[in-house]
């Protein structure tokens, strides 16, 4: 599973691939690393790349996504961006704004449609569902909002972040 770590002003795409003991093979925005990693004490990690060795050092900030990282010469605020944060900053964005674009954070398929265009919907309630995942999403309205388009039919495949939806 790959995920977003934004690190600084930069966000990376991670996936590991595959991990026998220390070797680990990780693919950071299409260029595929293999590593062998050591944790040598809680939060320190020892890091061998074509024979250079890093030393990590990881700081838990706030919560699990959030650390400080830090190296011999260097240190970043880190985030990792997973599919609950991506849930989160969507559902709050939807507070602030008139037209609202209503979208999966995760690639999928259209499962149902629960509106049509020019319905008027009552705030939480489901317009859309989607699959990702294994699992079903059902995306609400926190607010009473009119219908303004549907970009979408069921059994579409659709792309994390692509518009389903736009009510005002």
Do not use: C
């Not at 319905?119 to 699959?131: L, N």
């Not at 979408?152 to 518009?163: F, H, L, W």
């Amino acid at each position: 599973m790959a995920l977003e770590i934004k690190i600084g002003d930069r966000t990376a795409q991670v996936e590991l691939i595959s991990r026998e003991g220390n070797l680990v093979k990780v693919n950071v925005d299409g260029k595929v690393y293999d590593l062998d990693l050591l944790m040598v004490e809680d939060g320190v990690y020892s890091i061998l790349y074509n024979n250079i060795s890093y030393n990590v050092e990881l700081i838990e900030k706030l919560d699990h996504r959030h650390y400080n990282v830090n190296t011999l010469y260097s240190s970043w605020d880190v985030e990792i961006v997973d599919a609950e944060t991506k849930y989160r900053r969507n559902r709050h964005r939807e507070e602030h704004e008139e037209i609202r674009k209503i979208f999966s954070p995760m690639p999928g398929k259209v499962v149902k449609i629960l509106v049509k265009e020019g319905d008027h919907v009552k705030a939480g309630e489901t317009v859309i569902i989607v699959s990702a995942m294994k699992m079903e999403s059902e995306y609400k309205v926190k607010k009473d909002r009119i219908v303004r388009q549907v970009l979408v039919k069921e059994g579409d495949t659709i792309d994390g972040n692509q518009t389903l939806i736009v009510v005002e």
